[in-house]
T-cell receptor
């Protein structure tokens, strides 16, 4: 039983393309997040949704657009991909919109832009 | 400023040695939570522990222990009798009350345990 799942696990694409990463959680959590991990392993939050409402939107190019069709899903769409977008993207979820709770992470999606 | 510093970029030990991973944090909030996560070579992030700012009791879980000291703004993690399976990147993270759920991660410490 996968708690937080992401698809695809690997994504290799050309510059300029548009791609999406899907995330689903079966933990019944209310809040979902997207993080980016760069080549130096640094993790930084990108977005957070609570009950389908955007609550955190860090300084991320507007080529990145999250979409939450329901509270169990948070997808990430990226337009006009650039070389610098190459990274591992992690989805996470937590109980409630509560900053005190631990976040549970998906397995990550390694995006390579050529 | 709100920040987490893990000054040790890489640590290498031989199996059965004890190892301590350092974590120093900065926040002006009086209420906050601290976390440790493990990222093994397979890449997933695994939650290890959560500690709130009002609870300075040390925690032990098997070979793992955590030492939280508000006076030095540190939340260090010790692995006793390390094993090869402990090889991973370990992240310390801060969730201040003013940050509405944004986890602030340290740079991570890569631990290599050699047989």
């Amino acid at each position: 039983d996968t708690a937080v799942s992401q698809t695809p696990k690997y994504l290799v694409t050309q510059m300029g393309n548009d791609k999406s990463i899907k995330c689903e959680q079966n933990l019944g959590h209310d809040t979902m997040y997207w993080y980016k991990q760069d080549s130096k392993k640094f993790l930084k939050i990108m977005f957070s949704y609570n009950n389908k409402e955007l609550i955190i939107n860090e300084t991320v190019p507007n080529r990145f657009s999250p979409k939450s069709p329901d509270k169990a899903h948070l997808n990430l769409h990226i337009n006009s991909l650039e070389l610098g977008d190459s990274a591992v993207y992690f989805c996470a979820s937590s109980q409630g919109g509560d900053w005190t709770r631990e976040q549970f992470f998906g397995p990550g999606t390694r995006l390579t832009v050529l | 400023a709100q920040k987490v510093t893990q000054a040790q970029t890489e640590i290498s030990v031989v199996e059965k040695e004890d190892v301590t991973l350092d974590c120093v944090y900065e926040t002006r909030d009086t209420t906050y939570y601290l976390f440790w996560y493990k990222q093994p070579p397979s890449g997933e992030l695994v939650f290890l522990i959560r500690r709130n700012s009002f609870d300075e009791q040390n925690e032990i879980s098997g070979r793992y222990s955590w030492n939280f000291q508000k006076s030095t703004s540190s939340f260090n993690f010790t692995i006793t009798a390390s094993q090869v399976v402990d090889s991973a990147v370990y992240f310390c993270a801060l969730s201040p009350s003013s940050n509405t759920g944004k986890l602030i991660f340290g740079q991570g410490t890569t631990l290599q345990v050699k047989p």
